[in-house]
């Protein structure tokens, strides 16, 4: 399921230079722009596109990958082609679907194919921003009629060093990681497992 | 088509290091003759594993010794019989009608595991009331605890990283796996680099950073105290070019190369290494440089030891008739002497040949994930990269993340600062009962990474300080002619 290559591009480099990609996309137009990229950035001879259904036809290799990645909507009917693409002992796959449906056919499969040590999993990447936050400090008035001062005293050497209070602005000021408002919450799940 | 052949795989050698495997729990053991070994509550040596196929699953038969597992076929009874839920189950404890004594008894028998679930089913009360889920549930539960079955397994990043996290996340930094993948990736790890790699977690990240670049390229080692620890390195039995590029340096050393005083102490050595040195040397300093002086201490101090024992040992032997004896344990001894010394002198050219390349600021990469503060380490080993690179900075907590990032901003000569963490979470995929089994989240540490730009030293980030704003725009296309492979 090479798509837009992104993925191939990451696998690229982390076989360069011993290893190789074999990757299998149906549509004829992106099989043709994705060999026309890897040629423009020079990584031509580290990967092999093949223009083919990866369901229907596999990937146009046996017993050779270390590593099988699935990344197309109905995964469970090329787990057979994967598992013969696959080295004979060792060899990892995984596959990448968005629905708990598409996955629970794929574990299937991996279960009739033989596959052991079937994991799935999701990642979920949360990012933050650095920023330095200032709470206002709520007044709380007085507890008597005189002078002294009351709640947080920011002369108060205790209460030196972060958070740092800025008594003419009653504020106390800190950093934060700050989670985004709006973060990526769901891509697809992940289920892994070995040939063995 | 391509083919491969059907070749079997790497096998099992002594000496190895490999993986216990059990279900998912994981144990690194070296494979050694006649080394009893105990895992999950089992003991066993692993003389029959060796000559076998990483991924061989054996069982271990009374003795202690291992045994392929035989595939046997899987017992389907042709209508199982099943009940629909389990108003009607009473857990007493006493549905089970095989006591703990006739359990043992069937296992001093050498019955297998397989036989001895059977014998459970049989004998339980409620295992025909129960539902089909409930039963999976049960022959699952009693298969793992009776049948110990052991798979040995070829180590792997991914193998000794989720191994750690399990058994000691304590001596990693609690790194967890996700968050060394990500690291891997977002350092853009690959063959061919020059990596810098500051780590205190037992040597897994520099192992993992090797595995990915295999053998290509180099890596300097940052390391506090007198060596690197690289316990977890060695389990992954890579072969030894790996470690012909694989340099180390010490912290302590880093601020003098930085300031321009760093230098070797002269040591009075063998006359062709003197030239060597006066001309690696900037002349001794004030400052104290502790660990090569300590390691030079040391060596002198054996070397002085040993010449006393001689002269001890001499005042012994009075017999005329070892004077031979006498002479060539002289000789012997200034050997061994002249040994260390030369060892020392191999060391002292390592550390320089090393702060060259460090000096030559042009890594393709920084790596950090120690227990110390990591902001003091990225602001003096940044210096050491090349701008337009990656680095990656991994920390338990946040919060030093975010000193970390403000005083990068300060400083300058970085874009894309990102702060991040992954959440991790299991599920559970069978048919009509699927679930999410278990979220790790937050435990997993933190990463700060971004890339390095020359540093254009006029320009103060300090006025952003206040106003921090929104991530700078991240150039979204790259020239494609600067990329090589």
Redesign the interface.
Known sequence: GTGSGSLSH?L???V???GHL?TVEFHQQRAEKAREEFR????DH?VTVTNQDVCKNGF?????ADAVFLDIPSPWEAIGHAKSAL????GRICSFSPC?EQ??RT??AMEEYGFTE???????????????ISLQIPDLGKAAEDNSSTGFDSSNPSNQGSPCANLQQGTVQF???VPLREMVGHTG?L?FA?K? | AMEGGRSPGPRICEGDCAVLKRDDVFKAVPVLRRRKIIFEKQWFYLDNAIGHIYGTTFEVTSGGNLQPKQEVEETTTETKEAGTDNRNIVDDGKSQKLTHDDIKALKDKGIKGQEIVQQLIENSTTFRDKTEFAQDKYIKKKKKKYEAVITIVKPSTRILSTMYYAREPGKINHLRYDTLAQMLTLGNIRAGNKMIVMETCAGLVLGAVMERMGGYGSIIQMYPGGGPVRAATSCFGFPKLFFDNLHEFPLSKVDSLLSGAFSTETLPSEPEDNALLEEESNGLTDEKQTSLQEAEDESATEAAMEISQTEEQETMDINAEDVEFKENKEKENKENVREKQRKQWERRKKLIETAALLREKNADGLIVASKFHPTPLLLSLLEFVAPSRPFVVYCQYKEPLLECYTKLRERGGVINLKLSETWLRNYQVLPDRSHPKLTMSGGGGYLLCGTTVVLDKGKSDSSSLEALKVEEPSSKRCKVQDLHC
Do not use: D
Request: charged content about 15%.
């Open positions: 990451a690229i480099r982390t360069a230079p011993t074999y423009e950035h020079g990584v580290l146009g290799v046996s017993n050779i080295k004979a002992e060792g708990i996955v629970q574990c299937l079937i994991n799935t999993l999701e990642i979920l990447l949360r990012v933050y921003n650095v920023r330095t950093k934060s990681g799940y289920t070995t063995s």
